[in-house]
């Protein structure tokens, strides 16, 4: 087997709008992106988050009601018709062992979140981190426990989309798409965001 690049492994992890809805999950391949998470670190190793599957077409479609999608994209509607996502991960937080949603709860999140999404795309899948939904209405959709909050949802899909990475230009950042619907992400560059000291010692 090659060892993975993990760089390339990260490049490759974009956020995926477009899918290919005759590819579904299997409950044993979501947990096992679940399991990379699990395995990931924890601030405090306290464990808080828990972690709804969703990959029935109905219950899928049903969530995907409820949410929002690039918001800087609007002359199109993302994912299209025809390009939904045919599985979701729910991140939660569970008050149960820790009542309180800190900065190390959100940490944990956005850790969870990047261990899924690279273990999807490590696997051949990609994956969108949304955050644009209502906690309340998902919770009752999935008919979850009063001490389990939705934090963070993360549609999956065998992709059907190109996103490409390129260089920012003077300081703007935001993401866009060409006629041919081809997704670019502008990045700074490593010298813009390295901050060096002007303290000599």
């Known amino acids: 087997m090659m060892p993975i690049d ?6 490759e992890n974009r956020s995926i709008r477009t899918f290919d809805e005759s ?6 391949t979501l947990a ?18 828990k972690f709804r599957l ?9 969530l995907l009601a409820l949410t929002r999608w690039a918001g800087d994209i609007t002359d199109r ?3 299209p018709d025809g390009g939904h996502p045919t599985a979701f991960i729910v991140i939660c937080h569970d008050k ?15 850790i969870a979140a990047q261990s899924v999404t690279l273990a999807a795309a490590e696997a051949g899948y990609g994956a969108c981190m949304i955050g644009s939904f209502s906690p309340e209405k998902c919770a009752s959709l ?3 426990s009063e001490n389990v909050l939705p934090r963070l949802l993360i549609a999956l899909g065998k992709k059907a989309e190109t996103v490409i990475l390129c260089e920012a230009q003077d300081g703007n950042t935001k993401y866009f798409r060409n006629s041919a619907n081809v997704h670019f992400v502008p990045k700074r560059s490593l ?11």
């Open 32 to 49: 096992s992106f679940v399991d990379c998470a699990r395995l990931s670190a924890s601030a405090r190793n306290a464990q808080t988050l």
């Open 6 to 11: 993990l760089k390339e492994l990260i490049i």
């Open 77 to 79: 509607k993302l994912p």
């Open 142 to 144: 999935l008919g979850l």
């Open 96 to 110: 149960n062992v820790s009542e309180s949603m800190n900065d190390f709860s959100a940490m944990d999140v956005g």
């Open 54 to 62: 969703v990959l029935e077409k109905d219950e899928t479609e049903a």
């Open 191 to 201: 010298d813009e965001i390295i901050i060096l000291s002007l303290i000599h010692i």
């Open 23 to 28: 590819v579904r999950f299997d409950r044993e």
